[in-house]
């Protein structure tokens, strides 16, 4: 999707302070952190929200965990805590409309959410 943020930078048209990428998937710094750590892991294929999610994609989002999970513990966030969401559609939030998993650590986080 060419007028898609989030696929311009997985195309590299548009920068960011990327952690990790494969094949499938890209993480990067959040532009507006709202955690000392805050990083963004989304696929390479573009979907837009969790409702164009699909059979075929079980492995892909377990996969965004998986990074998650790696990404946390390279952090040295894996025993204190950290959080993994995604919001899907207005009411929770969702601005950018290509499917992302928020990796939130390093402070104290209350629940519920706002
Ligand atoms: P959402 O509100 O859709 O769940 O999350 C979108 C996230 O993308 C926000 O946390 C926002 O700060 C981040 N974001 C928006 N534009 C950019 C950008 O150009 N670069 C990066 N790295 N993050 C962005
Ligand atoms: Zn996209």
Redo the contacts with the bound molecule.
Sequence with gaps: MSDC?FCG?VAGR?P??IVYQDDQVVA???????APL?V?IIPREHIATINDLGAEHEALVGRLYLVAQRIAREAGFDESGYRVV??CNAD??????HI?L?LLAGRHMTWPPG
């Design positions: 943020l930078i548009i960011a302070k990067f710094h959040d532009i507006n952190p709202q805050h963004l995604m919001n929770a939030g969702q601005s950018v409309y992302h928020h």
